[in-house]
Every structure is written in structure tokens, then in C-alpha cells.
């Protein structure tokens, strides 16, 4: 059972050195007095979040992992054995688990079966999945969109910004977001339907940038970065904007977080801003499938993934994600022959 370990605690931007690949093994029977299941691992997705784990911090919300123990993570599984009386042989599953060929999953409350296999597979680990449900709560449900209001989006060709922008389109708004190449620049104008997208690392005048886009202002930020680009939406915001605080990439692996000196916007614009986190909103993945796979399968968002093959390119994939060097929402794939 080949597996990706974390060597040790991370402090700063995670490099690829800090995990090995290594052999194991594994029994493939899950044990009758419990809950768990065996699985085959067939994607794991790699999501930001994860540098938290990698770091010894007390003040996360959720706990670091064990160096010389794999890594865990969303991803999608077959069950090979079950001791669980809702999962059973073959079963197709999502959730929480090992970075691993097989896993023991224990802890089963994060792990859904998937009824709908006429979509890829490796769509659990992004748009049917985790980052999915991401963009829909923070954007439906945060946000309180409302047709012909001006939204921007950053990151947003990444697993949940691209999708932001495309329901954003599809609710009638005026949508632009920043990605940090100009490819990606091209996939947000021509992939996605954004109205317009700015390369940020070519554009360092955030506010500058912003105002040309958003003459008028801007109703909604869907924030994935915070910061630099936080402090000039601030700036350029309309009276009851809202800003989902979905995530702050940029911030993740400075010693010190960067100041935020605008927030007497909040104020003066009588500004909603929320943060979330996706987990607590999963008794509504029903209601989200039932908006998305028709969407899905009748062409009307498109979604576009990354995909590393063998867990090898694990490592690398994860820490790519801080450079940008995904395009779209990156997985690896694994066992998938
Ligand atoms: P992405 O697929 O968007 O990948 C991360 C992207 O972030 C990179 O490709 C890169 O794109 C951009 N990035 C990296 N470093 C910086 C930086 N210093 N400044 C600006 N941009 C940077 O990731 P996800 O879509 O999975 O996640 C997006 C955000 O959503 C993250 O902040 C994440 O933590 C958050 N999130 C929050 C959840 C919640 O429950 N609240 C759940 C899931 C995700 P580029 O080339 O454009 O710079």
C-alpha cells in the first residue's frame, strides 16, 4: 500500500520535500466491531486547506496530522469491505480519506455515496463535491445574489472560483475575477463566461484595476485570497455589498498575515461580509445535486480539472496550488487502471 507521509511540521510555503512516498501495507477486511470501511482510493483532491494540517497550530479548526503518518484529504473510493450498515462492496463513495492506494476509513461521517455515475468520477473531488458545495453556499447562500449585480471573483479559475463565476453568469450578473496568468486570464473570458478577467500578478494596482472594471462598484466579492486584493475590493464597494469570505490563500503561509486597512468601508457601505466553512453546510449536498447535474449534464457549466496521475505526483500537485501552477481544480489520480 503505497502512501504520501508527512516527514514533519511545516512553517512557511510547503515544498514537496516535506512529504515521502513509502510502502505499507494494509488488511483489506474492516473490522466487524466497528463502523468503518476498506477502500481503493481513486482521486484524492488537493485543497488549500491542507498547509493548516501540514503545520503544528492550536488555533485551527481542525487538527494538524502526524508526521511519519499519510496525509488525509477529500477524495473519491471504491469500498472493497464494509462494516458499515450504509456502505457496502463496490460502492462508490467521496469524503474524508488517507492519501493512500487503500485506506481504513474509520471516521465515516464525511463520506457520502455517489448515485450518479453518468458524470466523471474525479467530479466528487471538485464540482460534485467539497469545492462545489463551496462556491454554491458562499455564493447562494452568503451572498444573496440578485440579477444585474456587479460580482468579482479571485482566484477564480480554481476549483471554486470557476464555478462561482459561471453561477454568477447564470443568475444574470456582471461577473469579472483576477488568476494569476494570462491562460488562465483566457480560460475565465473564453471557458467560463466571465464578462471580463485581469491577470493580478501583471496589474499590481488592485484599485486601479478595479475601477476600470467596476466604474460603478461592486455588489459582491467572492474572496479566496484576501489580503492586498481584499484591502482594494474595500475600496470599490456599493452600498449592501457582500463579501463571502470563502478562503485567503494568500495569507496561509506568511509568518505575519498582511494588514487590512480598509474595513471603515464596512461601515460606510453597510457591508455583509461572512466567513464559512463548507462542513457545516453539507445537509444541504442533496439540495445542491439536485441544482447541479442538470446543470452538469446539460452543458450549462463546464468544469475544468487538473489532473496529476499516480500518487508520486501528489506531493508536487498539493504545493502547487501556492504557486498557482493548477489550472482548474486539481486532482490526483490513483489505482485508476
Ligand atoms: P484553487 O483551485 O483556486 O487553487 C488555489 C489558487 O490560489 C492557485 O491556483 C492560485 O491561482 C491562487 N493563489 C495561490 N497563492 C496565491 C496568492 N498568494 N495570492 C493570490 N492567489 C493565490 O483552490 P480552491 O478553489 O480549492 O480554493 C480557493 C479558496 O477557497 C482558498 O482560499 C481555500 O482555502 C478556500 N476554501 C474555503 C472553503 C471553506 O469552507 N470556506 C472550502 C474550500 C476552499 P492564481 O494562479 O490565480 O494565483
Given amino acids: ?26 488488511k483489506l477486511k474492516a473490522p466487524t466491531d466497528s463502523n468503518a470501511v476498506v477502500v481503493k482510493n481513486l482521486f484524492l483532491s488537493c485543497d488549500p486547506y491542507m498547509v493548516f494540517k501540514m503545520m503544528k497550530l492550536d488555533r485551527h479548526y481542525s487538527e494538524s496530522y502526524t508526521p511519519g503518518l499519510p496525509i488525509t484529504g477529500y477524495g473519491v473510493a471504491k469500498v472493497l469491505d464494509s462494516s458499515h450498515p450504509d456502505f457496502k462492496n463496490d460502492d462508490l463513495v467521496w469524503g474524508l480519506t488517507g492519501w493512500e492506494e487503500y485506506s481504513l476509513i474509520t ?10 455515475t453518468d458524470v466523471p468520477l474525479s467530479y466528487y473531488a471538485g464540482i460534485l463535491g467539497m469545492p462545489g458545495m463551496t462556491a454554491y453556499i458562499g455564493f447562494y447562500e452568503l451572498c444573496s445574489p440578485k440579477t444585474g449585480e456587479y460580482v468579482f471573483v479571485s482566484a477564480a479559475s480554481g476549483a471554486v472560483g470557476q464555478l462561482v463565476g459561471q453561477f454568477a453568469k447564470l443568475q444574470g450578473c456582471y461577473v469579472v475575477g483576477c488568476a494569476g496568468s494570462n491562460e488562465k486570464v483566457d480560460l475565465l473570458k473564453n471557458k467560463f463566461g466571465f464578462d471580463e478577467a485581469f491577470n493580478y500578478k501583471e496589474e499590481p494596482d488592485y484599485n486601479a484595476a478595479l475601477k476600470r472594471f467596476f466604474p460603478e462598484g461592486i455588489d459582491i466579492y467572492f474572496d479566496n485570497v484576501g489580503g492586498k486584493i481584499l484591502d482594494a475590493v ?5 452600498v449592501y455589498a457582500r463579501i463571502a469570505v470563502c478562503g485567503m490563500i494568500s ?4 509568518e505575519q498575515p498582511e494588514g487590512v486597512h480598509n474595513l471603515t468601508s464596512i461601515v460606510m457601505k453597510q457591508v455583509r461580509m461572512q466567513g464559512y466553512l463548507v ?17 452538469i449534464r446539460e452543458g450549462k457549466v463546464v468544469y475544468v480539472e487538473d489532473i496529476a496521475d499516480g500518487l508520486e505526483n501528489a506531493p508536487a500537485a498539493l504545493v502547487g496550488l501556492f504557486s498557482g501552477r493548477n489550472i482548474g481544480k486539481q486532482v490526483v489520480a490513483v489505482n485508476c487502471v
Fill in 1 to 26: 500500500n503505497m502512501k504520501v507521509i508527512l516527514k514533519h511540521y511545516v512553517s512557511g510555503s510547503p515544498q514537496e520535500t516535506d512529504m515521502h512516498l513509502t510502502a505499507g501495507t494494509i
Fill in 279 to 295: 462542513f457545516d453546510y453539507y445537509h444541504l449536498y442533496p439540495k445542491y445535486l439536485q441544482m447541479i447535474l442538470p446543470m
Fill in 251 to 254: 495569507q496561509y503561509n506568511l
Fill in 234 to 238: 474595500l475600496l470599490n464597494l456599493r
Fill in 107 to 116: 471516521e465515516t461521517n464525511h463520506l457520502f455515496k455517489i448515485q450518479h
